[in-house]
């Protein structure tokens, strides 16, 4: 009995815990389920609109044989994202790793944006980043257990359009530049407490907001559904192949394992089947 006392508090003290913000579908989910299989704890985060989403996707995380959490939270609301946080670090311990992957698109020439729309935007897509940064930053530091060899871990959701943004899509491009900044400058703040920064930009991704982007450009240029993928595809890809969620996916464990220091603490790694990486190292 004493051994097997002793092997369960092995495992608990080598299970990690990680929060994925807009996961109920698309690459939140894809993450989700991918960093679970790499024996994380997972909690599953999305509006309530979405809430039987975030139910199943806990579900197939506890079929794998990893605990899950859902937590219903606005990222917009930093007193909902702290809610978050204190839900799953007291149902699935202590915090290791905050994915701040929810963000929202809209399709929309400059001359007819409302101030409201352009707002609303930087909320979720800036805001809602910031609010995790930050409070998954205070959560990491008051635990005490981030070590040089073992740093907490932000990861952030920047996009291709934050390397190089697309017309009608402007005011979805200025939001992701806006990551990639904060994303650089919070890694430089916290990395005196052995907290990393990163964040990802998926390139054109089969997911259903690429599918409203597809559909929205094409009522603007007359292009029948699906081709405006296909010509960003051929246009920005050198691979000539539209990504899946779970590409993205692939990447995370990379970002979010103890063992690995920094691939990146202060840049964006795109993803876009171009085989290009950009990056810039503190380690």
């Known amino acids: 009995m004493s051994g097997l006392a002793g092997a369960t508090r092995a495992a608990a003290q080598a299970s990690r815990v990680a929060i994925v913000t807009g996961s109920s579908r698309g690459i939140g989910r894809a993450i989700a389920l991918r960093i679970a299989r790499d024996g994380y704890d997972v909690c599953i985060n999305d509006i309530a609109a979405n809430e039987a989403g975030s139910h199943d996707v806990a579900k197939q995380i506890r079929d794998l ?159 029948k559904k699906g081709d405006t993928i296909k010509k960003y595809t051929n246009e920005l890809i050198a691979q000539k192949r539209t990504s899946v969620p779970e590409d993205v996916a692939k990447l995370c464990p990379a970002l979010s394992m103890p063992d690995v220091r920094a691939l990146i603490d202060v840049e964006g790694v795109l993803i876009d089947n171009s085989g290009m990486i950009e990056s810039s190292s503190k380690a």
Not at 139 to 158: A, D, R, V
Not at 186 to 196: L, Q
């Open 65 to 223: 044989g990893r605990r899950a959490v859902v937590a219903t939270a606005d990222v917009r609301k930093l007193s909902e994202v702290q809610a978050m946080i204190d839900k799953t670090v007291g149902e699935l311990g202590p915090l290791n790793t905050m994915i701040a992957n929810a963000g929202i698109a809209q399709v929309k020439p400059l001359l007819d944006l409302t101030e409201e729309e352009f707002e609303n935007m930087f909320r979720v897509n800036v805001f809602g980043v910031q609010n995790c940064y930050q409070a998954a930053a205070k959560q990491l530091i008051k635990q005490g257990n981030c070590k040089p060899e073992s740093p907490g871990k932000i990861i952030g959701c920047s996009s291709i359009v934050g390397f190089k943004p697309f017309a009608l899509l402007s005011h979805y491009s200025a939001s992701k530049w806006a990551v990639r900044g904060l994303t650089q400058a919070s890694a430089m703040e916290y990395a005196e407490h052995n907290i990393t920064v990163n964040a990802y930009a998926p390139g054109i991704v089969g997911t259903a907001m690429w599918d409203l982007i597809d559909e929205k450009l094409g009522e603007k240029t007359g292009a």
